[in-house]
């Protein structure tokens, strides 16, 4: 199994950006104050506090392929 991408739901966007910038050693890809986005060999990790529950509280992340 290859994974592509982590994503982690926040309520503190920079905090867990900052934590990831000090552990892998870069800088996002990406960022913004809603998200951000690192590579680390061929893993996404994503970091963002926008998610939607369902009406049985699941939470659930929708994705689009990239080309």
Same mark, same amino acid.
């Given at each position: 199994m290859k994974l592509n991408e982590l994503a982690f739901f926040t309520d503190n966007? /920079?905090?867990m950006s900052d934590f990831y *910038? *000090?552990?892998l050693g870069t800088e996002? +890809? +990406?960022h913004s104050d809603q998200m951000a986005i690192f590579f680390t060999n061929e893993t /996404? &990790?994503? &970091?963002h506090s926008a998610y939607l529950r369902d009406p049985d509280g699941h939470q659930i992340e929708i994705t689009q392929k990239e080309d």
């Open positions: 966007v /920079k905090q *910038r *000090r552990l996002p +890809a +990406a /996404k &990790i994503f &970091i």
